[in-house]
């Protein structure tokens, strides 16, 4: 059987990545979310294992001291990381891992495991991105422009990703990224013994 | 309107190729198919310009000297090669060109069109090759046994090709391409300017 794809993807908050992924989880069985480690305090409706492991700084640098994560980083004041284990396990039985990151710990992964398949989900606009974040509600027009000024930093980090998704319609950004996985699968890099099995085969 | 994509595709001779990219074609109207030159004669229900523009070797020379030709390859005491007009005039009108030629051309398209993209299109085993080529009925034992011998060398040439695909069903290889094509259309590198146009968005 043949290793998991990992594949890294990150957008700037309110990018709606959160929709794409869930539509793209119930279509493809062979995925699995990476589950990351943050310091921050949970959301409404935000459960502990599920959208996070919420645990305190003082956990989350013993983690960084084992050497138990992937990446990590700090976003307004939080540290934000992926626990290392659980991704080589899957990678290992065969499943394609997704890990949502921000930009500082996409770049940490792309260091650590190069034969990542790494994705940045683009808003149509800073307009629309705008319009999402204040459609949300849960955040203080403060926020909102920090978070803006954030994206806008953010976005100019598309240069060190593989691939840019549009997301404007969710049902065309998750057919976007299934197209995406398939290729990646069928890169030449990938696979360096299919020329053997053709030949060889019985 | 951002330019098309070159697309190489090779495969041995009996790859099954021919039928695939019927059905490419039938569900994609955006793409258009290079049609080679060559010296060698028809076979039956080929026509002139469509399958290929069937030429004499001095014209085939003449064309050469010209630089009117893209890639060219010899095979099996043939000239086979590619037009450049008109795979450039495609280009810039946004249509994505196949280009279906040997290994041979498949080397030079990547030199002279390093953003081109590559697929090999393999059997999925030599037994498998060997029955589709006897299955066709139209060559000698000794024609199959050639090419048979051509295929184990060409296959070898996989490792200069951006992707393969795999040949069982052709179902499942149509999906592939698309797959492939529409990935590469959302790589990074593809796209310079997409960071300005989401900032500079009205």
Not at 122 to 129: D, F, G, M, N, Q
Not at 163 to 176: F, G, K, M, S
Request: glycine share 6%; with cysteine; charged share 30%.
């Amino acid at each position: 059987m043949s290793k998991g794809l990992l594949i890294v993807i990150s957008s700037p908050s309110g990018g709606g990545k959160g929709t794409i992924l869930k539509e793209l989880f119930k279509r493809n069985e062979n995925l699995r979310m990476s589950v990351s480690a943050t310091t921050r305090a949970p959301r409404p409706g935000e459960e502990h294992g599920v959208h996070y492991f919420f645990i305190s700084k003082e956990e989350f640098q013993k983690n960084i001291e084992d050497g138990a994560m992937l990446e990590y980083a700090s976003y307004i004041s939080n540290f934000y990381g992926t626990p290392k284990a659980p991704v080589e396990a899957w990678l290992n039985e065969g499943k394609d891992v997704i890990l949502e990151i921000e930009v500082q710990g996409g770049r940490q992964i792309k260091q650590v495991a190069p034969d990542c398949v790494s994705l940045f989900v683009l808003p149509p606009s800073l307009e629309v991105l705008e319009n999402r974040l204040r459609g949300r509600g849960t955040e203080t027009d403060e926020v909102i422009l920090k978070r803006l000024s954030a994206a806008r930093e953010e976005i100019q980090c598309v240069k060190d990703y593989d691939y840019t998704v549009i997301n404007d319609t969710v049902e065309q950004a998750v057919l976007d990224i299934e197209a995406i996985i398939t290729a990646e699968k069928h890169r030449v890099s990938r696979d360096k013994t299919i020329v053997e099995r053709i030949l060889n085969h019985a």
